[in-house]
């Protein structure tokens, strides 16, 4: 065999993903003659797995161009053959959603063998993206098991607490897809299934640009391809272990000392599993398994504290000594607690601790069936199932006060791929199937029946009688004179701010949710004016969800013991309106509630009503909702000359949200209207996708591109279960002296709420929440994002790439709940805007209507209609510019780099309340009402300005049989703006901004440092040991990850017997700075500002949580 010249050139194939779906690639090319540059025509082009299996044969076309695809991710060859010539180039990477485009110059009489490279630059290919795959997960040292850990690495994302953040979205606005099935959680948008990282072969993570197949996402994509058998038959065993007492100590977080303080330390974290894959017919019939057991432990150190009275602040601002005398004895006690100068906390003494723990077991396990009838047609069955459970100890209060809860999650999927016409036309079917359920209840389940109670304004003395606590805390907190206590002039053991739990487990969830998936697809290649391909597809979902309505006993109680005020809250059903008094024996009690008809002097509203038991399957308990999902997309990726893409495709999308089927066909009896099926039709809905890339180089080693692309949200189901499913919930105030509860209990220190439960007594207050019922605006649209991506990419060396980027993001449309009304009414709508022409229909119906009754509804909607366009459109602006450089694997090196310059915005945040900590896509309280929209512009908290991101990996060759792996992670992002939040009456702690966002600056930056060091041992052919470290943390930088923003709690923190437990509520102070915090008044309970100046929380603007201390793992793979 003889050695010629050869020139080698990566040339630009036709797109991204068109040809090859969510789960597989393709390689493509054009074939020239050496020295003429001509096309070489009806030349044999044969591309093999390396792993195994029939090859795939195609012929070149008039262009010297060929293409094959449905390539499993894996190592390929790839051979071109004519009469006089062969040249075969082995080691190309293929990808899922890849389009690896191999160019071949052959020179006549040549036969050679060639070690070739996949390019780095994805030559036709718009989107921005970074694939990971399986020696990146097992070199790598990620924080997590799963896959979220490893998808984080791409440049321009960020962990905000929820999950995985993407250019300027939240971790709600993504979409998860694992073998082509799409595991995204339906009720919030969160992942749905944990995917464990040994069972991947490859994860692509997209934050932009994504063409016409991609949608339902407004954030991010991640695209998870599992591992795949072969002719061979491979496999591990694999383990890890991460104990408590390879972690660092946790740095304490200064906080105004409760009775209780907890802290959490993990005790430890393992897992351990196998997999396994092969030939069951070789060539034909392959299998892979894994299956994974995981196990967790948390221990929570719980620590009582009681307050001091023995300290005097002196004149040079230090504390005196203790000295527990009163004052009149020559001591420091003056019946006031000692406070912190410095801190402005309350000085506590440590009583006792305990430590209560959590535990919970999980199982990863997967099985998939790959079956080729021929090179041309190809079937795939696959199944994820992960079940779980935990138990979790009550904390503040009796340890029986806990949860336990169990989950299932599985995913199953049937996938047909068929190549016809010469392979000219392709066809993609699949049908899959995503099913969650969640179960949770007290640890015992006896207190399933029995309502959870909060107690408040109490002191733990007292409540140390009810069995949760130690005989030393018991002691410690006793008061009074005569007795051991040391500070006799205050009260030991407040509970003024802090919750006191016993009873059941409250909101108890009983709740399964399922997306049935169909999708299909057909690709045609033609040549017209250069080479076209053309993609066509649809899918289709069908979302249900069934939620429980439950809480334990039936009721929730909250009761207030300072000042002698129960609250019990219910779940109830309404009946539904008829011409007459209802005849259901259901609706037996009557609900009242302040009327919101707007009617001089107020009055009171009554319903026919049924208090919803705590019973699983109990009549009304258990809501079931529906959303359906489709869409059609059509694109075209023309190639005029080999150096320049043109991409163009358009997506239309429709998400029907229906009514619970309790519901549809009867009449609200709080609004007035029928209920049909539709409660949302989000339709005509049409996403342009443009893209060009051009190679300057005209060889492979350049990229500059350009893209525009329109993105719709695709609602969860949260607005299902709370808007559309009928949510009611009644709240009775009784007075405790009253004895409508019963006499005092001794270990309350007042009456016991569960005795308001049953009562036959009056309540002094009631009120139905949720009473006015939701409307949704006529002609409301889609919630959607535009987004502009250009950038430039040049290959410096054959595995060293540098690129920038520029991304600009925005919002245009959002759908939220407001109310125009004062909360009386909720209107499902578009803020800030409503359509003159739906407002002119509404009129003609007013003028139209006949019934008095009928025109007097309408003409109220059209007013709470209008009142739309006085609030502010939401805004959320993300740009920015990113530099990158990575240096594929070569000689046992691989490096990724990239340094993200960004700002984010506006407005609204998006779908996570990151302020207040809500988590309810799209009815959220951030447009609840006008008043509070005030100071909400500026800085959003998804603002990390500067970005930089460092992963590498290195293998050092120890002889021929072992090994040593070396990898590493640096990570520095800026810190979050800070905000000053104040409680509002009606909504509650951290709803108001009292100054303009961002007034604070923001906290410091954050850097990290992670390494891996791993040692492997070859045992045999094909059989490798390997034991490793990771260690997080390195440098143990416990910086913070948040701050405490409250400047006014909800409840005002005082001396015993001061005003402690009373409201805090405040408004915003618009366009406010610093210096007017100490002017803000608190406003009372019908949300007028009194005289009274706002408590000042101690803990404002410091540190609430850090990151994690530093910590290690252990872990043990055999390979085969």
Same mark, same amino acid.
């Given at each position: 065999?003889?050695?010629?010249?050869?020139?080698?050139?990566?040339?630009?194939?036709? %797109?991204? %993903?068109?040809?090859?779906?969510?789960?597989?690639?393709?390689?493509?090319?054009?074939?020239?003659?050496?020295?003429?540059?001509?096309?070489?025509? &009806?030349?044999?082009? !044969?591309?093999?797995?390396?792993?195994?299996?029939?090859?795939?044969?195609?012929?070149?076309?008039?262009?010297?161009?060929?293409?094959?695809?449905?390539?499993?991710?894996?190592?390929?060859?790839?051979?071109?053959?004519?009469?006089?010539?062969?040249?075969?180039? $082995?080691?190309?990477?293929?990808?899922?959603?890849?389009?690896?485009?191999?160019?071949?110059?052959?020179?006549?009489?040549?036969?050679?063998?060639?070690?070739?490279?996949?390019?780095?630059?994805?030559?036709?290919?718009?989107?921005?993206?970074?694939?990971?795959?399986?020696?990146?997960?097992?070199?790598?040292?990620?924080?997590?098991?799963?896959?979220?850990?490893?998808?984080?690495?791409?440049?321009?994302?960020?962990?905000?607490?929820?999950?995985?953040?993407?250019?300027?979205?939240?971790?709600?606005?993504?979409?998860?897809?694992?073998?082509?099935?799409?595991?995204?959680?339906?009720?919030? #948008?969160?992942?749905? $299934?944990?995917?464990?990282?040994?069972?991947?072969?490859?994860?692509?993570?997209?934050?932009?640009?994504?063409?016409?197949?991609?949608?339902?996402?407004?954030?991010?994509?991640?695209?998870?391809?599992?591992?795949?058998?072969?002719?061979?038959?491979?496999?591990?065993?694999?383990?890890?272990?991460?104990?408590? *007492?390879?972690?660092?100590?946790?740095?304490?977080?200064?906080?105004?000392?409760?009775?209780?303080?907890?802290?959490? /330390?993990?005790?430890?974290?393992?897992?351990?599993?196998?997999?396994?894959?092969?030939?069951?017919?070789? /060539?034909?019939?392959?299998?892979?398994?894994?299956?994974?057991?995981?196990?967790?432990?948390?221990?929570?150190?719980?620590?009582?504290?009681?307050?001091?009275?023995?300290?005097?602040?002196?004149?040079?601002?230090?504390? %005196?000594?203790?000295?527990?005398?009163?004052?009149?004895?020559?001591?420091?006690?003056? =019946?006031?607690?000692?406070?912190?100068?410095?801190?402005?906390?309350?000085?506590?003494?440590?009583?006792?601790?305990?430590?209560?723990?959590?535990?919970?077991?999980?199982?990863?396990?997967?099985?998939?069936?790959?079956?080729?009838?021929?090179?041309?047609?190809?079937?795939?069955?696959?199944?994820?199932?992960?079940?779980?459970?935990?138990?979790?100890?009550?904390?503040?209060?009796?340890?029986?006060?806990?949860?336990?809860?169990?989950?299932?999650?599985?995913?199953?999927?049937?996938?047909?791929?068929?190549?016809?016409?010469?392979?000219?036309?392709?066809?993609? =079917?699949?049908?899959?199937?995503?099913?969650?359920?969640?179960?949770?209840?007290?640890?015992?389940?006896?207190?399933?029946?029995?309502?959870?109670?909060?107690?408040?304004?109490?002191?733990?003395?007292? +409540?140390?009688?009810?069995?949760?606590?130690?005989?030393?805390?018991?002691?410690?907190?006793?008061?009074?004179?005569?007795?051991?206590?040391?500070?006799?002039?205050?009260?030991?053991?407040?509970?003024?701010?802090?919750?006191?739990?016993?009873?059941?487990?409250?909101?108890?969830?009983?709740?399964?949710?399922?997306?049935?998936?169909?999708?299909?697809?057909?690709?045609?290649?033609?040549?017209?004016?250069?080479?076209?391909? *053309?993609?066509?597809?649809?899918?289709?979902?069908?979302?249900?969800?069934?939620?429980?309505?439950?809480?334990?006993?039936?009721?929730?109680?909250?009761?207030?013991? &300072?000042?002698?005020?129960?609250?019990? $809250?219910?779940?109830?059903?309404?009946?539904?309106?008829?011409?007459?008094?209802? $005849?259901?024996?259901?609706?037996?009690?009557?609900?009242?509630?302040?009327?919101?008809?707007?009617?001089? @002097?107020?009055?009171?509203?009554?319903?026919?009503?049924?208090?919803?038991? #705590?019973?699983?399957?109990?009549?009304?308990?258990?809501?079931?909702?529906?959303?359906?999902?489709?869409?059609?997309?059509?694109?075209?990726?023309?190639?005029?000359?080999?150096?320049?893409?043109?991409?163009?495709?358009?997506?239309?999308?429709?998400?029907?949200?229906?009514?619970?089927?309790?519901?549809?066909?009867?009449?609200?009896?709080?609004?007035?209207?029928?209920?049909?099926?539709?409660?949302?039709?989000?339709?005509?809905? +049409?996403?342009?996708?443009?893209?060009?890339?051009?190679?300057?180089?005209?060889?492979?080693?350049?990229?500059?591109?350009?893209?525009?692309?329109?993105?719709?949200?695709?609602?969860?189901?949260?607005?299902?279960?709370?808007?559309?499913?009928?949510?009611?919930?009644?709240?009775?105030?009784?007075?405790?002296?009253?004895?409508?509860?019963?006499?005092?209990?001794?270990?309350?220190?007042?009456?016991?709420?569960?005795?308001?439960?049953?009562?036959?007594?009056?309540?002094?207050?009631?009120?139905?929440?949720?009473?006015?019922?939701?409307?949704?605006?006529?002609?409301?649209?889609?919630?959607?994002?535009?987004?502009?991506?250009?950038?430039?990419?040049?290959?410096?060396?054959?595995?060293?790439?540098? @690129?920038?980027?520029?991304?600009?993001?925005?919002?245009?449309?959002?759908?939220?709940?407001?109310?125009? /009304? #004062?909360?009386?009414?909720?209107?499902?709508?578009?803020?800030?805007?409503?359509?003159?022409?739906?407002?002119?229909?509404?009129?003609?119906?007013?003028?139209?209507?006949?019934?008095?009754?009928?025109?007097?509804?309408?003409?109220?909607?059209?007013?709470?209609?209008?009142?739309?366009?006085?609030?502010?459109?939401?805004?959320?602006?993300?740009?920015?510019?990113?530099?990158?450089?990575?240096?594929?694997?070569?000689?046992?090196?691989?490096?990724?780099?990239?340094?993200?310059?960004?700002? !984010?915005?506006?407005?609204?945040?998006?779908?996570?309340?990151?302020?207040?900590?809500?988590?309810?896509?799209?009815?959220?309280?951030?447009?609840?009402?006008?008043?509070?929209?005030?100071?909400?512009?500026?800085?959003?908290?998804?603002?990390?300005?500067?970005?930089?991101?460092?992963?590498?990996?290195?293998?050092?060759?120890?002889?021929?049989?072992?090994?040593?792996?070396?990898?590493?992670?640096?990570?520095?992002?800026?810190?979050?703006?800070?905000?000053?939040?104040?409680?509002?009456?009606?909504?509650?702690?951290?709803?108001?901004?009292?100054?303009?966002? @961002?007034?604070?600056?923001?906290?410091?930056?954050?850097?990290?440092?992670?390494?891996?060091?791993?040692?492997?041992?070859?045992?045999?052919?094909?059989?490798?040991?390997?034991?490793?470290?990771?260690?997080?943390?390195?440098?143990?930088?416990?910086?913070?990850?948040?701050?405490?923003?409250?400047?006014?709690?909800?409840?005002?923190?005082?001396?015993?017997?001061?005003?402690?437990?009373?409201?805090?509520?405040?408004?915003?102070?618009?366009?406010?700075?610093?210096?007017?915090?100490? *002017?803000?008044?608190?406003?009372?309970?019908?949300?007028?500002?009194? %005289?009274?100046?706002?408590?000042?929380?101690?803990? *404002?603007?410091?540190?609430?949580?850090?990151?994690?201390?530093?910590?290690?793992?252990? #872990?043990?793979?055999?390979?085969?």
């Amino acid at each position: 065999m003889s050695r010629f010249p050869i020139v080698c050139i990566v040339l630009a194939a036709s %797109s991204a %993903s068109i040809a090859q779906s969510t789960t597989t690639g393709a390689i493509s090319g054009r074939v020239v003659d050496a020295g003429s540059k001509e096309p070489l025509v &009806g030349l044999t082009v !044969t591309i093999q797995n390396e792993a195994g299996g029939d090859p795939q044969t195609t012929f070149t076309d008039s262009d010297g161009g060929y293409k094959i695809t449905e390539l499993v991710p894996g190592t390929y060859s790839v051979t071109f053959v004519d009469d006089t010539a062969s040249v075969k180039k $082995t080691g190309i990477r293929v990808g899922a959603n890849d389009n690896v485009p191999v160019f071949q110059a052959m020179k006549r009489g040549d036969v050679i063998v060639l070690e070739g490279k996949a390019p780095q630059l994805k030559l036709s290919k718009t989107d921005l993206s970074i694939k990971i795959d399986k020696d990146f997960l097992l070199h790598m040292p990620l924080t997590g098991r799963t896959v979220e850990s490893a998808a984080g690495t791409k440049a321009g994302v960020h962990n905000d607490g929820v999950g995985l953040a993407f250019s300027g979205s939240t971790a709600l606005e993504n979409r998860f897809l694992v073998d082509g099935i799409d595991i995204t959680g339906l009720t919030l #948008g969160n992942v749905g $299934t944990p995917v464990l990282n040994n069972f991947v072969e490859e994860i692509e993570v997209l934050s932009g640009g994504y063409n016409a197949e991609w949608g339902r996402a407004i954030g991010g994509i991640v695209n998870i391809v599992t591992k795949t058998g072969t002719n061979k038959f491979q496999g591990g065993i694999f383990a890890t272990y991460a104990p408590g *007492f390879l972690a660092a100590g946790r740095q304490t977080t200064p906080a105004n000392a409760s009775s209780i303080d907890v802290v959490g /330390d993990r005790a430890y974290s393992a897992d351990f599993g196998v997999e396994l894959g092969g030939p069951i017919i070789k /060539d034909r019939l392959w299998f892979y398994a894994g299956l994974a057991p995981q196990f967790g432990r948390t221990d929570f150190t719980r620590v009582t504290r009681s307050q001091t009275d023995c300290r005097q602040l002196l004149p040079n601002g230090q504390l %005196s000594d203790c000295d527990p005398r009163l004052i009149t004895q020559g001591g420091h006690a003056d =019946a006031n607690p000692d406070v912190d100068p410095v801190t402005g906390f309350f000085i506590t003494d440590e009583i006792d601790r305990d430590v209560r723990a959590s535990t919970s077991r999980g199982l990863s396990s997967i099985a998939k069936l790959n079956l080729a009838v021929s090179a041309d047609h190809q079937a795939q069955l696959s199944a994820i199932v992960v079940p779980g459970q935990s138990r979790s100890p009550g904390l503040f209060g009796l340890p029986s006060s806990g949860q336990r809860s169990n989950s299932l999650t599985w995913d199953t999927a049937a996938r047909w791929t068929s190549k016809l016409d010469d392979a000219k036309l392709e066809l993609e =079917a699949v049908l899959a199937w995503h099913h969650s359920q969640l179960r949770t209840g007290a640890l015992d389940a006896a207190l399933d029946a029995q309502p959870r109670q909060v107690l408040r304004n109490g002191n733990l003395a007292t +409540w140390s009688a009810l069995g949760g606590e130690s005989a030393l805390t018991a002691s410690g907190c006793t008061d009074g004179f005569g007795t051991n206590d040391r500070f006799p002039a205050v009260t030991n053991c407040p509970m003024e701010t802090v919750p006191y739990v016993i009873g059941g487990p409250g909101a108890v969830a009983h709740d399964s949710e399922d997306r049935r998936s169909a999708r299909f697809s057909v690709t045609r290649r033609a040549r017209l004016v250069g080479t076209h391909e *053309f993609k066509a597809g649809i899918d289709i979902d069908d979302n249900s969800k069934v939620a429980a309505r439950l809480f334990s006993g039936g009721a929730f109680i909250e009761n207030f013991v &300072g000042p002698g005020v129960i609250d019990v $809250t219910r779940w109830v059903a309404l009946a539904p309106m008829t011409n007459g008094p209802t $005849t259901d024996p259901r609706f037996d009690r009557t609900c009242t509630t302040p009327s919101t008809d707007g009617s001089a @002097g107020g009055g009171e509203a009554s319903f026919m009503c049924d208090y919803l038991p #705590g019973t699983v399957g109990a009549p009304g308990t258990e809501v079931s909702g529906q959303t359906i999902d489709w869409s059609v997309y059509l694109r075209d990726s023309w190639q005029p000359v080999s150096n320049l893409t043109l991409n163009a495709g358009v997506r239309y999308e429709e998400q029907r949200l229906r009514y619970a089927e309790e519901l549809r066909n009867k009449e609200d009896p709080l609004t007035g209207n029928r209920l049909g099926k539709t409660a949302m039709n989000l339709e005509n809905n +049409w996403a342009p996708r443009l893209g060009v890339v051009w190679d300057p180089t005209k060889v492979g080693e350049s990229k500059v591109w350009a893209s525009y692309g329109r993105f719709f949200e695709a609602i969860p189901m949260d607005i299902n279960d709370r808007s559309f499913g009928g949510e009611v919930s009644y709240r009775q105030t009784f007075s405790g002296g009253g004895g409508a509860c019963g006499p005092t209990d001794a270990a309350i220190g007042g009456p016991n709420g569960a005795g308001c439960v049953d009562t036959t007594a009056m309540a002094d207050a009631q009120q139905l929440i949720g009473s006015s019922g939701v409307l949704v605006a006529p002609g409301i649209k889609a919630q959607y994002l535009d987004e502009i991506v250009t950038g430039a990419q040049f290959q410096l060396a054959p595995d060293l790439m540098l @690129g920038i980027t520029f991304q600009k993001r925005w919002l245009g449309r959002v759908i939220e709940d407001v109310s125009t /009304d #004062g909360a009386q009414t909720y209107v499902i709508a578009n803020p800030g805007e409503w359509s003159a022409d739906e407002e002119r229909k509404l009129n003609a119906r007013i003028m139209a209507a006949s019934d008095p009754a009928v025109r007097e509804r309408l003409q109220n909607e059209l007013e709470l209609y209008k009142g739309i366009r006085g609030f502010d459109k939401p805004v959320r602006d993300y740009a920015s510019l990113e530099l990158a450089i990575s240096k594929r694997l070569s000689k046992g090196l691989f490096v990724q780099a990239s340094y993200t310059f960004s700002r !984010t915005e506006g407005n609204f945040p998006g779908s996570v309340s990151y302020d207040n900590g809500q988590l309810d896509p799209n009815i959220s309280s951030q447009y609840d009402l006008i008043e509070l929209l005030a100071n909400r512009r500026g800085r959003l908290p998804q603002d990390r300005p500067h970005s930089m991101k460092v992963d590498a990996y290195y293998t050092f060759d120890l002889g021929k049989r072992d090994l040593m792996t070396v990898g590493a992670r640096l990570r520095a992002v800026s810190g979050i703006p800070r905000n000053a939040l104040g409680a509002h009456y009606l909504y509650g702690p951290d709803e108001s901004f009292l100054l303009p966002r @961002g007034q604070f600056g923001r906290t410091e930056l954050e850097h990290s440092a992670d390494i891996k060091l791993s040692y492997g041992r070859k045992l045999s052919r094909g059989m490798m040991a390997e034991l490793y470290v990771d260690v997080f943390n390195l440098m143990n930088q416990q910086g913070t990850f948040d701050v405490d923003a409250t400047y006014a709690p909800a409840v005002r923190r005082a001396f015993p017997g001061q005003g402690g437990g009373t409201s805090n509520n405040v408004n915003p102070i618009s366009g406010g700075t610093y210096s007017d915090l100490i *002017f803000a008044k608190a406003i009372d309970g019908q949300g007028v500002e009194t %005289s009274t100046p706002t408590a000042r929380n101690p803990n *404002f603007q410091r540190t609430a949580s850090r990151y994690a201390p530093a910590s290690a793992q252990v #872990g043990f793979r055999l390979t085969f």
